[in-house]
């Protein structure tokens, strides 16, 4: 006898037929820059997109992108253990 689809995983599959999957990617990035961050840093980021590993954050000034550089690597390592998956490989950070 097969066994049943869990609950996530049906969600999953109604999100990406919804179109929705690539939204509540996002949405969980955000939160978790949330976890990382102080509110009023997070707020002032924008995530742009996310396609094929890039994460595309704009931010308000270069000077800005470069501190949250230094970052990079501890971003990658939450956003992907929020995730359960490799969902990104690098970020790129843009000035507003």
């Known amino acids: 006898m097969k066994e049943p689809d869990s609950v996530a995983k049906i969600a999953d599959s109604v999100l990406k037929d919804a179109g929705l999957g690539k939204a509540v990617e996002l ?26 590993g890039l994460l595309k954050i704009k931010v308000p000034s270069s000077s800005w992108a470069q501190e949250l550089s230094f970052f990079e690597e501890k971003m990658v390592d939450k956003i992907n253990e929020s995730a359960g998956k490799n969902l990104v490989k690098q970020i790129r950070f843009t000035e507003v």
């Open 27 to 52: 949405w969980s990035i955000y939160a978790v820059l949330k976890d990382i961050f102080a509110k009023e840093i997070v707020e002032s980021m924008k995530i742009v997109s996310l396609s094929n």
